[in-house]
């Protein structure tokens, strides 16, 4: 149980056009997703937090412009990389929250690896 | 803020040497201390979890205890092997008021040798 998957799992895209990744909860409903960024070698920076219904809670430094996340229902999230540049190119990673009596936990995607040529 | 510090890689041993990798934590109040371990390529799965002071976490032959008085959540596995190879991370959760967010530390990468 608890499983999450995205799509895709990488995605090739011209500079200037935007990409839209997908982040499911499979088996469970997830008020609360995770968008985090992961860089060659490097540990993971939490980018937003997606919340069911309302909007994104962002971290400092990361545009919301840029980063458009939509949380439209309880299993899905989307992060969509708008007018994307080579620097943007990375590994996206989405969790989705998930509380079982006093214990909360999250679990994992797959992972995207965007290339922005 | 929050933070974990983990120890740098990459790390290179031999089949069946001992692993430790150290991770130290800053943080309010009481969080809960997490091992995720990344394969290449892949998204990231959870290894191992404690949730208060001096619980042991294990799993697949690691184990990790919530050192409270230390602020420490060291990783052991006695006997590695070539599967074992992928990056680790030390990470902590924040409570409901938090956001429940997750903090990461920045990864040990780890390499055994047949």
């Known amino acids: 149980g608890a499983v999450v998957s995205q799509h895709p799992s990488w995605v090739i895209c011209k500079s200037g056009t935007s990409v839209k990744i997908e982040c499911r909860s499979l088996?469970?409903?997830?008020?609360?997703m995770f968008w985090y960024r992961q860089f060659p070698k490097q540990s993971l920076m939490l980018m937003a937090t997606?919340?069911?219904?309302?909007?994104?809670?962002?971290e400092q430094g990361v545009e919301k412009d840029k980063f458009l996340i939509n949380h439209a229902s309880l299993t899905l999230s989307t992060l969509t990389v708008t007018s994307a540049h080579p620097e943007d190119s990375s590994f996206y990673i989405c969790?989705?929250?998930?509380?079982?009596?006093?214990?909360?936990?999250?679990?994992f995607g797959p992972g995207t690896r965007l290339t922005v040529t | 803020g929050d933070s974990v510090t983990q120890m740098e890689g990459p790390v290179t041993l031999s089949e069946e040497a001992f692993l430790t990798i150290n991770c130290t934590y800053t943080?309010?109040?009481?969080?809960?201390l997490f091992w995720y371990v990344q394969y290449p390529g892949e998204g990231l799965q959870l290894l191992l979890k404690?949730?208060?002071?001096?619980d042991k976490g294990s799993n697949k032959g690691f184990e990790a205890t919530y050192r409270k008085e230390t602020t420490s959540f060291h990783l052991e596995k006695g006997s590695v092997q070539v599967s074992d190879s992928a990056v680790y991370f030390c990470?902590?959760?924040?409570?409901?008021?938090?956001?429940?967010?997750?903090?990461f530390g920045g990864g040990t990468r780890v390499l055994v040798k047949p």
């Open positions: 088996d469970f409903q997830a008020t609360t």
């Open positions: 969790s989705a929250g998930l509380t079982s009596g006093p214990r909360y936990e999250q679990y």
């Open positions: 943080a309010t109040g009481y969080p809960s």
């Open positions: 997606s919340n069911e219904g309302s909007k994104a809670t962002y």
């Open positions: 990470a902590l959760s924040g409570d409901k008021a938090a956001g429940n967010k997750l903090t």
């Open positions: 404690a949730t208060k002071a001096d």
